[in-house]
């Protein structure tokens, strides 16, 4: 029985480089661009959609993460692959040429570019979000508190150890089930907290009381991206619902069901048929979640 301790989702210094480099050029060709739809979108409202496609780029990742077990490697690639797709369909537009009154966020996006260390970036990334708008930062800083125990409990999920019907199969397989609904469990706990702190800095976004032209316009940019990660934090507490139902099923068949050319093969048909109908609602799900990073990339 592996008891080694999960992976952490750690995407490489060289994907948050790639990516804070984009949104500097982003931001650069945005400042210096003439006659395009993409010129005629506000310097803030393009930052906040770029934070927000990062964000989702991280979620993109750590999906990557989950799929590739455990594979920092993976998750390191596509997290600056996926954004990079998101940048491309949003600059689709974009006519290049020099807007000398946008230069504001073209200075700093070329000092994000050229910072020598990823904490250089990082800093100038929050002086960029000050500077647009300072009443955001408490919501960030509430995000990344909340995204730290629901990360660990993806960890678990995403690990070799979870759902490992080979090891279930044995008769060690009695000792994990309460390891692994124990991990379904907190996964849909920690889900439950995160989202109902997502929902409600969607609402507070709009909420944060008096503010310039140009912090309402990022707000809405950020929004254009963040609220659709609701919709996927949900969809996988789905999917881990699904994972616990199946476990259930296995635990209560125990001893009636055989791993045979890597399928599960159980003794009743009523059995089969029940497990079957389990692993096609967790098909559907992880197809709603295909759909949804989609429909995000288009938008």
């Not at 804070?20 to 931001?27: E, K, M, P, T, V």
């Not at 509430?142 to 490992?164: G, H, K, M, N, W």
Request: glycine share 4%; net charge negative.
């Amino acid at each position: 029985m592996d008891d080694s301790e999960p992976q952490k989702f750690r995407p490489s210094i060289i994907s948050w480089l790639l990516c804070f480099a984009a949104i500097g050029g982003w931001l650069y060709l945005h400042a210096n661009a003439q006659d395009s739809a993409f010129a005629r979108e506000s310097s803030s409202y393009v930052a906040g959609k770029a934070f927000g496609m990062l964000l989702f780029a991280v979620a993109g990742a750590w999906l990557t993460f989950k799929v590739a077990k455990d594979s920092s490697f993976a998750a390191s690639i596509a997290m600056p692959v996926i954004f990079g797709v998101l940048l491309i369909n949003a600059t689709k537009d974009v006519v290049k040429a020099i807007d000398k009154d946008k230069a504001e966020f073209a200075k700093l996006a070329s000092q994000i570019e050229t910072a020598e260390s990823p904490e250089e970036k990082i800093e100038l990334a929050k002086q960029m979000m000050e500077q647009i708008d300072p009443a955001f930062i408490p919501l960030v800083k509430t995000i990344e508190d909340a995204a730290q125990p629901y990360a660990e409990s993806s960890d678990v999920i995403a690990s070799d150890r979870f759902l490992d019907i080979a090891l279930l199969a044995t008769t060690e397989g009695s000792e994990e089930y309460a390891w692994q609904q124990a991990a379904v469990a907190s996964h849909i706990k920690e889900s439950g907290k995160f989202l109902a702190i997502l929902k409600d800095t969607a609402k507070r976004i709009d909420t944060l009381g008096d503010s310039s032209k140009t912090a309402r316009e990022f707000r809405a940019g950020f929004k254009d991206k963040f609220v659709p990660s609701i919709s996927l934090v949900e969809a996988n507490s789905a999917l881990a619902t699904g994972y616990g139902e199946l476990l259930t099923l296995l635990e209560s068949e125990q001893g009636a069901w055989k791993l045979e050319d890597d399928e599960v093969a159980f003794e009743t048909t009523t059995a089969q048929e029940e497990y079957n109908k389990h692993l096609e609602k967790i098909a559907e799900q992880e197809e709603l979640l295909e759909l949804l990073y989609l429909e995000i990339d288009d938008s």
